[in-house]
Structure formats: C-alpha cells, structure tokens
C-alpha cells in the first residue's frame, strides 16, 4: 500500500545584499526564490523573508546573530530545509548546515533539483545529469581543501580525504564520459529529425522569455496543442514543436522552450544548449514578457543576456510580446496597449485570453517574408543532389539550362542559404 510522502518543511530566505552591484529589488526576488521552491514537489514553504546585508560573511554567509535569530526561527517551526537564494559555498554551506542542523540548499542547487525532476526526454534527463555532476564537481574540489590545510606537512603523504577526493572526482569524471557518448548519440538522432524538417520548407518561429512569462499558454493558443502550462516556474522544459497554418496562408513551425532566469546556472546554459538549438536556427524569435511583472524590464534584459551567450544571431528578426494583459487593471492596460502601438515590432495581448492574438499573428507572417531575400546561384551538372533541395525548399523562382549546368534564382532565407552551403 502506498502512503502519501510527507512533504519536507522548507524555509526561504533571500539575501538582500546592499554592496551587490546586480541588486535586485527585495520584494520581487523573494516572490520569485519562493515561486521557485514551490515548483519542487514534497516541498511544504512554511516561512519566508528577506535578509538586509551590507557584505556576504565569507564564512557563514550571515553575521552570528542573525544566525542565531534564524536558528531559533527554524526549530520553532521544526523546519528541515533552507533554501538561500543566491549562491552558497561549500564551506559556507557546511558551516550554515552544522549551526543550524537542517539541509541547506542554494539556488543553482534548487533550479538543478526543479530540471532534474521535470525532464522528460531522455536528452532532457541526460542534460540535467550532466549539468548536476558538474556543479558537484565544482563544489567537491573546493570542499576538500580544508583537509589539506588541517592535515599540514608537505604534501608528500596523502591523508584520506585527499584519496577520498581523487576516488570522487574520477567516478564523477567517469560518470560525466558516459553521459556524454550517451547524450552524442541522442543528438545525432535529433539532428537526423532536424534534417528530415529541413527538407520540409517550414519557416521556425521560436518563442523565449523568462520562466513564467506565459510561452506555453501562447503556444496552445496559436496551435491548439496541449503543452504543459501552469502558473509555475519551469513549467515546460523540452522542447516543443507544432506546425502552425498562419491566417494568409503560410505554414511554420512554432517552437516552446524552456523559460530563462535571473542567475541561471552557467553548468544548466552549457547543458541546454543543444535543446536551444531550435532557437539559433530559427528564423524569427518572439520573446514572450510577463508585462503585469514587477520586474519585467530586468527579465527582459535577462533573457537578451542568455540569448547573447548561447549565441544568437543578433540580425535574426525579433518580435516582442507584452503578454498577460488580463492582470492589468482597465487604465493600465489602456496605457500598455498604447505604449505597445507606437512600437513596430511589440504586441499587448494576453494569451489566456485571446486578446491581441490576430495582429500579431499578422505581423509573424509579415516578418517572415521580410527575412527572404533573392539570389542568383549557378550550378554545375554534377550539383543535381544541391539543385533538387532547393527545389524541395520551394525556393526557386527561376531557372535556365546552360552548358556547364543550371543558372538559378531563388528567393529564400538567411536560414536556408546557411543550410544550403552544408549540402555536399
């Protein structure tokens, strides 16, 4: 017989660091650091608040009387596990972990937990694996060097926990060796997928945005598909794709991926890498914003940010949407949708709704004819496999037999001359 687990009592705390120069506002953060543990199943957020600092204790994170403060906070309220939002040290962990006797855990540590139990394709799986053994990693090296100092000498006589150390960073390095041949082969499969989609003239549409921005209710509401969307962050982690008919005609493929956060791991940007493939090669980005947000504009530049890193074409067309109208009052989104048609290239809608959805639909379709251009190609007999793609691509607007082969004009895409230089 199964018996319900009992939900692990957890406490919040966001350190509010006032010599931090990326200082976000308190009241939002918390919200979100909150926001984050609840998206941890069998986690029971009993308490939560914010904690002024001036400086980070190298040690301890916290001064010893807030320390103590909080100690006493949690066993009064029997709680098990803190979560810090923000980074912790090994030491500092360890330290926070024996001064107030529960299970500490930070926020690279939490957004690990959240993919790992969220992943549901095996490259999802093997990706958050890898991103988790490599934070560990990180954190076993530094966690052992207490030993060195404590043990003393001149290191010509290893003590345990040097063995130890070296035992732990040759399985996980093993560990990581596997995952990787294992991750090699299931993106050699999606990319056989890929291909099989490039031979299909089907522009990419690729929505973005923070954690929560509403991607998925958007993405349901232009294909009618049934992705996971729920008021909660990380919501939708793999990658999703329909093809979508817009209203003149066209057809694309719309694509969902995983939402951004402030601070994202370096070890999860590495790892989704290969899932944002979809967004490096697509041919318009729509980046989804929570505009009833109170931090929108931080998301935003969030979002610019991890673009930039994974390495995003800066001349791939971009559309903004201002998402989540319904939470605005009747002035406020007046004032919205007013900001929002001064702007060529901005929508106010709310997917939940409906509202705004057609103009913007209108706009993909006009965005996406812009990124075509003509181009003239001259092809010799032996390029039959090259000339038969183009064909396959519609692209091909006219042709003429010469003595050495084909003279081609074709009207295509950033996207499709890239694809077309790759074909042998």
């Known amino acids: 017989m199964e018996h319900d687990r009992i939900a692990t009592r957890a406490w919040v705390l966001h350190p509010d660091i006032k010599s931090d120069p990326d200082r976000r506002d308190p009241g939002p953060a918390l919200e979100e650091a909150?926001?984050?543990?609840?998206?941890?199943?069998?986690?029971?957020?009993?308490?939560?608040?914010?904690?002024?600092?001036?400086?980070?204790?190298?040690?301890?994170?916290?001064?010893s009387g807030k320390i103590e403060e909080l100690g006493a906070r949690f066993s009064a309220n029997d709680i098990e596990l803190v979560l810090i939002d923000g980074p912790v040290s090994p030491v500092q962990q360890r330290n926070l972990e024996r001064a107030w006797d529960v299970k500490i855990l930070d926020r690279t540590g939490l957004i690990l937990e959240i993919f790992s139990d969220r992943a549901a394709t095996r490259e999802g799986v093997l990706q958050v694996e890898m991103a988790a053994l490599s934070f560990q990693r990180t954190r076993l090296v530094r966690a052992w060097t207490h030993l060195e100092r404590q043990r003393g000498g001149y290191g010509f006589v290893g003590g345990p926990g040097e063995?130890?150390?070296e035992a732990d960073r040759r399985a996980i390095d093993d560990q990581l060796v596997r995952?990787?041949?294992?991750?090699?082969?299931?993106?050699?499969?999606?990319?056989?997928?890929?291909?099989?989609?490039?031979?299909?003239?089907?522009?990419?549409v690729a929505l973005?945005?923070?954690?929560?921005?509403?991607?998925?209710?958007?993405?349901?509401?232009?294909?009618?598909?049934?992705?996971?969307?729920?008021?909660?962050?990380?919501?939708?982690?793999?990658?999703?794709?329909?093809?979508?008919?817009?209203?003149?005609?066209?057809?694309?493929?719309?694509s969902d991926t995983v939402g951004f956060v402030s601070k994202l791991p370096t070890e999860l940007v590495a790892a989704f890498r290969a899932t944002l493939e979809e967004v490096l090669s697509a041919d318009l980005i729509v980046h989804v914003r929570d505009i009833s947000h109170p931090e929108t504009e931080a998301q935003a530049e969030d979002?610019?940010?991890?673009?930039?890193?994974?390495?995003?074409?800066q001349e791939t067309p971009h559309l903004e949407v201002w998402n989540k109208l319904?939470?605005?009052?009747?002035?406020?989104?007046?004032?919205?949708?007013?900001?929002?048609?001064?702007?060529?290239?901005?929508?106010?809608?709310?997917?939940?709704?409906?509202?705004?959805?057609?103009?913007?639909?209108?706009?993909?379709?006009?965005?996406?004819?812009?990124?075509?251009?003509?181009?003239?190609?001259?092809l010799p007999f032996s390029a039959g496999k090259r000339r038969a793609w183009l064909f396959e691509q519609e692209v091909v607007q006219d042709e003429e037999e010469t003595e050495t082969g084909w003279s081609?004009?074709?009207f295509w895409t950033t996207r499709q001359a890239r694809q077309f230089q790759d074909i042998a």
């Open 303 to 313: 979002v610019e940010a991890i673009l930039t890193s994974l390495g995003v074409d």
């Open 408 to 410: 081609l004009t074709v």
């Open 163 to 165: 063995t130890q150390l």
């Open 34 to 63: 909150i926001a984050l543990a609840v998206a941890l199943p069998d986690l029971e957020v009993v308490g939560s608040e914010n904690v002024p600092l001036q400086r980070v204790h190298p040690g301890h994170v916290f001064g």
């Open 208 to 254: 973005v945005g923070y954690t929560n921005a509403g991607k998925s209710t958007l993405f349901n509401r232009l294909t009618g598909a049934e992705v996971k969307a729920e008021d909660m962050l990380f919501a939708t982690l793999d990658p999703t794709m329909r093809r979508v008919v817009l209203p003149d005609g066209p057809e694309i493929i719309l």
């Open 326 to 378: 319904d939470r605005l009052d009747a002035e406020a989104r007046t004032a919205m949708q007013a900001r929002a048609a001064r702007k060529d290239d901005v929508f106010a809608l709310s997917a939940l709704t409906g509202e705004g959805i057609a103009p913007l639909l209108d706009r993909i379709s006009d965005a996406l004819q812009e990124t075509r251009h003509e181009a003239r190609l001259d």
């Open 179 to 204: 995952l990787r041949r294992q991750l090699d082969k299931v993106v050699k499969t999606r990319d056989l997928h890929r291909r099989a989609r490039a031979k299909v003239p089907y522009l990419i």
